[in-house]
């Protein structure tokens, strides 16, 4: 079993900064890609960024919404991925979540997930 845990969510100005952490522990099996998704109230969970394992090429993938603003990367060693928010934008503002799975935007490729951080950017 994977558990996955992240910090780092909170209330920041639009134009602001945040950096968002989330801490794997348990059997994480070698290939596997670690990624960023995020829910706003009433709408489903959309693809947020991506990273690779490293030995698989350390490939990284991001939503368009994000591209520019926000930065994913991992330290393997630790089994951590972070995300760098950069001029945040209230329409940033969800529960964001970290999971692990498969290289890719889709929900379906991921097996396990976290339980979420709340991301409030206020204009």
């Known amino acids: 079993q994977v558990q996955l845990v992240e910090s780092g969510g909170g209330l920041v100005q639009a134009g602001g900064s945040l950096r968002l952490s989330c801490a794997a522990s348990?059997?994480?099996?070698?290939?596997?890609?670690m990624g960023w998704f995020r829910q706003a109230p009433g709408k489903e969970r959309q693809f947020v960024a991506t990273?690779?394992?490293?030995?698989?090429?350390?490939?990284?993938n991001y939503a368009d919404s994000v591209k520019g603003r926000f930065t994913i990367s991992r330290d393997n060693a630790k089994n951590t991925v972070f995300l760098q928010m950069n001029s945040l934008k209230p329409e940033d503002t969800a529960v964001y979540y970290c999971?692990?799975?498969?290289?890719?935007?889709?929900?379906?490729?991921?097996?396990?997930w976290g339980q979420g951080t709340q991301v409030t950017v206020s204009s």
């Open positions: 999971a692990v799975g498969r290289f890719g935007s889709r929900v379906d490729q991921y097996d396990y």
């Open positions: 348990g059997r994480i099996l070698s290939g596997y890609a």
């Open positions: 990273a690779n394992w490293i030995w698989s090429g350390g490939n990284t």
